[in-house]
């Protein structure tokens, strides 16, 4: 008969399963029973896999150490997403000769162009006649083709609104108007009353062009002044470099391609220096920010702290730059494709090239020229002794690794690692084992010889008495 665990007996569920001994404490007694993986075996086969990865359990078909691997694995993030967030860390100001040697290449290709190439300037400015007429697109070549044998020089023509053939031609006296008038009237098989003939003088033109340019020199001077006093002359100055390029680069694309100037144009070139202003400003803005008690932390120099600023503000640049082009687009693309209105192909173009210049020369043009010329003062230079000073402390300090300067992001950069942190534990040499000898009591034992008559008793060890 089987007594209960009071009368001494043996529960039957404690009994020992036949099988061999395990010495307690040994490395076999501490391996998992077979019944114990195969029931986290089913388990796992049960769990999908968004649960075994969040338990850190291996997925079907994948090994421990692949999974080990994919959990350990960082996520490298994208261009576009460190872009966004200010963490792609773009070296603007430091490789400013690069950014300059690009922009001379360009300007010197624009001013080349504009000096042997010239201007298409429409009738507006040169003066001269224009003749509109109702045709359709077929009939254009034929009604150029009767002007021109007319005596008239056609400079242009288009088709605008769909159903009307416009013609800009050079200066005719009222003789000449007239027939120009019959011989286009006879091509587009229309009476001479539904041709519309207008005449511009050259004197006008000039006057558009003088007041034009005076209201450019206007701008820029009280571009200077509001620079100058709400932050500082150097950046007003790289606000003029900035403006200056967006100016010739404009022009120069117009003289490559050939577009007409027209008054469209004037009010198109106006207006993207506006916004190339406007978008050096948001930098400078953020630039002064970054330099305020500059001096008294000195762990960044003046360059790197602009270049800092440069790199907040990029991706709101771009995307204010593409916000602002998809109207223009937009007009472009009506105005040409879907009502053939030149007026619009002008406007559309101008601001296409300056808005896509005044981004550019407001990142890699403005902030790299007010960063070299701040590098000139004693005070920005002292600032970077001192910085330099500090990190070359901190390098010697860390065990001799080298200390890297800010990171251009608007994420503040966790901080690095000791060297000795970065060494693998499996590594590190073997803690080198001790001889020490260990005495025992006996040999510690000092023997005290009796003093000589006459003598003072001698303290242990020979050491004389301190006064």
């Not at 490395?27 to 075996?41: G, K, L, Q, V």
């Not at 001379?104 to 400015?125: E, H, K, P, Q, T």
Request: aromatic share 4%; proline share 5%; glycine share 8%.
């Amino acid at each position: 008969m089987t007594g209960t665990p009071r009368d001494g007996g043996s529960d039957p569920a404690e009994e020992p399963v036949d099988g061999p001994d395990v010495p307690v404490g040994t490395d076999a007694d501490e391996t998992p029973d077979e019944s114990d993986a195969d029931i986290r075996e089913d388990a796992a086969r049960d769990a999908d896999d968004g649960a075994l990865a969040d338990a850190g359990l291996p997925t079907e078909g994948d090994t421990p150490a692949d999974s080990a691997a994919v959990r350990t694995a960082p996520r490298k993030a994208s261009l576009a997403h460190r872009l966004y967030n200010g963490e792609a860390g773009l070296d603007v100001v430091g490789r400013s000769r690069f950014w300059y040697k690009v922009t001379a290449v360009v300007v010197l290709v624009c001013v080349a162009s504009m000096i042997f190439r010239g201007f298409n300037f429409g009738i507006d400015f040169e003066g001269g006649n224009s003749f509109r007429v109702p045709a359709s697109t077929s009939q254009l070549a034929d009604i150029r083709e009767a002007a021109e044998e007319a005596g008239a020089q056609v400079s242009t023509a288009q088709i605008v609104g769909g159903n009307t053939v416009l013609l800009r031609t050079g200066t005719l006296d009222n003789a000449a108007e007239a027939t120009v008038v019959s011989a286009i009237a006879d091509a587009a098989g229309v009476t001479d009353a539904q041709v519309s003939p207008e005449s511009v003088s050259a004197d006008w033109g000039r006057d558009i062009t003088d007041q034009a340019l005076i209201a450019l020199l206007v701008f820029l001077a009280a571009v200077v002044v509001f620079l100058a006093i709400r932050f500082q002359p150097k950046m007003a100055v790289g606000a003029i470099v900035a403006l200056a390029h967006d100016i010739i680069l404009t022009a120069g694309v117009y003289s490559i391609v050939g577009f007409e100037v027209t008054p469209s144009t004037v009010i198109g070139f106006l207006t993207i220096l506006g916004f190339s202003l406007y978008d050096t400003v948001v930098v400078f803005d953020k630039v002064d920010e970054n330099v305020k008690d500059l001096e008294k932390g000195a762990r960044m120099t003046w360059g790197e702290a602009a270049n800092l600023a440069v790199n907040q503000t990029l991706m709101r640049s771009i995307n204010t730059s593409v916000i602002a082009l998809l109207p223009v687009l937009g007009l472009l693309v009506v105005g040409v494709v879907v009502l053939g209105v030149g007026t619009l192909q002008d406007l559309a173009l101008v601001l296409t090239v300056g808005l896509a210049a005044g981004t550019y020369s407001s990142i890699f043009l403005a902030t790299p020229v007010l960063a070299d010329l701040k590098a000139r003062e004693p005070g920005v230079q002292a600032l970077r002794k001192r910085v330099l000073a500090r990190r070359a402390a901190d390098a010697r300090a860390a065990g001799g690794a080298t200390a890297a300067g800010p990171v251009a992001s608007a994420r503040r950069a966790r901080p690095a690692r000791s060297a000795t942190a970065l060494v693998d534990r499996d590594e590190l040499p073997e803690r080198p084992e001790s001889f020490e000898q260990v005495e025992s009591p006996a040999s510690v034992t000092r023997t005290a010889t009796a003093p000589k008559p006459g003598a003072r008793p001698q303290r242990p060890g020979g050491g004389k008495k301190r006064r």
